[in-house]
T-cell receptor, first 117, second 115 residues
């Protein structure tokens, strides 16, 4: 079974600074997808950014970008110009077939990010 | 348009009772997913539907858990003989189709507390 590891339970950053959240995963598949989700206190899970494993180019979405290292099975999230509204729980997630015929989403334990004014 | 909605937002019940949790997916989304999020953990897959049928229910922890989607839209997660260990946030998500590249849109979840 696939596993997703987020080694930083909590992180903090000053407003306007840059922060990087780490994620590693374990898989024997070649085709899969990786995601970062944001979960604020409202509990609503919101997709931040996605990366297809077959794409070498790192995905970017405005202030959010990833560093995808396929060989190292690493998928970190960089948040630039941090804003107070970025304060939330961030989950790394892996979407793969897990040896079966259907795709399943596997989440890490999350990193609680606090942006300080 | 409206997002995924879940009712109730909070449910408190006593050990041994039966509960039903409801999910209304985004209109037109044929795929629907249920996840369970325990305190301090990421969501864990329970079951997903393509249309009315359960495409994969391998994440259901035991036979006390059951989910239905009779008309291919609204889904109900049913838990019999609740136990304290069932306390968690139950998240529902939907996507346009059951394919890898379709984004899953999540609801706000139902927080279940079993006393």
């Amino acid at each position: 079974a696939q596993t997703v590891t987020q080694s930083q339970p909590e992180m903090s950053v000053q407003e306007a600074e840059t922060v990087t959240l780490s994620c590693t995963y374990d898989t024997s598949e070649n085709n899969y997808y990786l995601f970062w989700y944001k979960q604020p206190p409202s509990r609503q899970m919101i997709l931040v950014i996605r990366q297809e494993a077959y794409k070498q180019q790192n995905a970017t979405e405005n202030r959010f970008s990833v560093n995808f290292q396929k060989a190292a099975k690493s998928f970190s999230l960089k948040i630039s110009d941090s804003q107070l509204g970025d304060t939330a729980m961030y989950f790394c997630a892996y979407l793969g077939r897990s040896g079966g015929s259907n795709y399943k989403l596997t989440f890490g334990k999350g990193t609680l990010l606090t942006v300080n004014p | 348009g409206a997002g995924v909605s879940q009712t109730p937002s909070n449910k408190v019940t006593e050990k041994g009772k039966y509960v039903e949790l409801r999910c209304d997916p985004i209109s037109g989304h044929t795929a629907l997913y249920w996840y369970r999020q325990s305190l301090g953990q990421g969501p864990e897959f329970l079951i997903y539907f393509q249309g009315t049928g359960a495409a994969d229910d391998s994440g259901l922890p035991n036979d006390r858990f059951f989910a239905v989607r009779p008309e291919g839209s609204v889904s109900t997660l049913k838990i019999q003989r609740t136990e304290r260990g069932d306390s968690a946030v139950y998240l529902c998500a939907s996507s346009l189709r059951l394919v890898s590249y379709n984004e899953q849109f999540f609801g706000p979840g139902t927080r279940l507390t079993v006393l």
